[in-house]
């Protein structure tokens, strides 16, 4: 019981308890009960279902090869450490974008840098994406590496085995990026070893580089918005 009068908000009624209240809603409103208390449980009830669903039925498809898609880049890391670092100097490179345009990631020193390792069938980088696009500014460079080209899956053992993706393209990374990137984006498909050089363990995975070249986050897995907004606020300063 609670003290006072609880009034219903649709009709004005005044009850004793919130049970009376309740059981009154779902007597004299059941069609806002319904729209309002039930469908939207039941909607994000259904999105969870759904996304596990898809990770269970990939994992499942890959298993015939004694792989798990999400940790299958564990022959990466070496005995003596997990690869670049938060404080450590990334790595330079020297690629290639999809557009032929050659570039250094020494040569973006003074801005930040989001370094991304994604492929194009996991599902988290189709959430990943619209994250960096909508925290990233003008002063924010954005290198897309496809993890999930040939070199790579020859080292994995994975090039034409049953339930795992296919090598991707040029055309599938483009796609991918046009629905849930940004144009300004460099695109490279990684035949160059990055996915070794920075020792990855996870297909989805990001780095904030800061202006001076350290790395001021790595995050092994889906980055939050959160996270990553905090990340380039850092490199910022």
Not at 62 to 69: D, I, L
Not at 107 to 117: A, D, Q
Request: proline residues 5%; positive net charge; glycine residues 8%.
């Amino acid at each position: 019981m609670t003290k006072g009068k609880i009034r219903c908000k649709k009709c004005g009624s005044a009850f004793h308890s919130e049970s009376a209240l309740k059981q009154h809603i779902k007597n004299k409103h059941y069609q806002y009960y319904i729209t309002r208390k039930i469908v939207p449980g039941t909607v994000i009830a259904l999105v969870v279902i759904a996304i596990i669903t898809t990770l269970v039925v990939f994992q499942n498809q890959t298993s015939s090869s004694s792989t798990n898609a999400f940790t299958v880049l564990t022959s990466y890391t070496t005995q003596s450490g997990e690869g670049p670092q938060e404080g450590m100097i990334a790595p330079d490179f020297t690629v290639r974008t999809l557009d032929g345009e050659e570039f250094s990631l020494s040569e973006f020193r003074g801005r930040k840098v989001v370094l991304w390792f994604m492929a194009v069938w996991c599902p988290s980088c189709a959430v990943v994406g619209p994250i960096i696009r909508d925290n990233q500014d003008q002063d924010t460079v954005v290198i897309v590496v496809d993890m999930w080209t040939e070199p790579i899956l020859k080292d994995l053992g994975l090039l034409n085995k049953p339930g795992a993706p296919p090598p991707e393209t040029g055309k599938d990374l483009t796609r991918f990026i046009d629905s849930y990137g940004s144009d300004s984006w460099l695109l490279v498909l990684d035949n160059y070893g990055l996915t070794k050089l920075y020792q990855l363990r996870y297909v989805d995975t990001t780095f904030v580089i800061g202006s001076d070249g350290r790395i001021i986050l790595r995050s092994d897995g889906p980055v939050s918005s959160t996270l990553l907004r905090y990340a380039l606020q850092k490199a910022a300063s």
